[in-house]
T-cell receptor, first 113, second 113 residues
Framework: AQSVTQLDSHVSVSEGTPVLLRCNYS??????LFWYVQHPNKGLQLLLK??????LVKGINGFEAEFKKSETSFHLTKPSAHMSDAAEYFC???????????FGSGTRLQVQP | DGGITQSPKYLFRKEGQNVTLSCEQN?????MYWYRQDPGQGLRLIYY???????QKGDIAEGYSVSREKKESFPLTVTSAQKNPTAFYLC????????????FGSGTRLTVV
């Protein structure tokens, strides 16, 4: 079965500094991977997805992620954090066996002024 | 505008009661999903449906039931058999290929009183 592990439950950065949110995956084949963002008491919004095309994926709001098969990783980055980036972020992998997404436990990003 | 609507936003249930959470989409998506979100546990799949009149159990289906009589609607019933129902419930939809990613509703927060 496919799974994802988000390595940090909380990340705190200062406004204007880089963001790194880490995600490792486990899959028996080449997976599709996703990053979603959730603001308090809201649904999830898709930031970006990897579906076996370019390994560096650009998303909305300046976020990007790089698929590294050798490291089984799909880390999310942003060069410069903004206060509005404070939210919870979820990594997910597509389980084509049951045709549904499996989500990680989430990383809460705090942005300090 | 196309989207996915969950109602109500907040729901309170007494011990021993069944309650039904509504999920409606006008995106013409074939597949619909219910997830439960608890702090620190990410999203866990309850039920999913790829086509009308068919649905499958997810990882935590016990104490829940669903129906899929119309393409647009996928209501979730939380039964009295669910021992710890207090959580945030998220509905999502997609085209039948999960590699496409999901569109999420804004969620229903259920509290047992």
């Amino acid at each position: 079965a496919q799974s994802v592990t988000q390595l940090d439950s909380h990340v705190s950065v200062s406004e204007g500094t880089p963001v790194l949110l880490r995600c490792n995956y486990s899959s028996s084949y080449s997976p599709s991977l996703f990053w979603y963002v959730q603001h308090p008491n809201k649904g999830l919004q898709l930031l970006l997805k990897y579906t076996s095309a370019a390994t560096l994926v650009k998303g909305i709001n300046g976020f990007e992620a790089e698929f590294k098969k050798s490291e089984t990783s799909f880390h999310l980055t942003k060069p410069s954090a903004h206060m509005s980036d404070a939210a919870e972020y979820f990594c997910a992998v597509s389980d084509t066996g049951r045709r549904a997404l499996t989500f990680g436990s989430g990383t809460r990003l705090q942005v300090q002024p | 505008d196309g989207g996915i609507t969950q109602s109500p936003k907040y729901l309170f249930r007494k011990e021993g009661q069944n309650v039904t959470l509504s999920c409606e989409q006008n995106l013409n998506h074939d597949a619909m999903y219910w997830y439960r979100q608890d702090p620190g546990q990410g999203l866990r799949l309850i039920y999913y449906s790829q086509i009308v009149n068919d649905f499958q159990k997810g990882d935590i289906a016990e104490g829940y039931s669903v129906s899929r009589e119309k393409k647009e609607s996928f209501p979730l019933t939380v039964t009295s058999a669910q021992k710890n129902p207090t959580a945030f419930y998220l509905c999502a939809s997609s085209i039948r290929d999960p590699n496409y990613g999901y569109t999420f509703g804004s969620g229903t927060r259920l509290t047992v009183v």
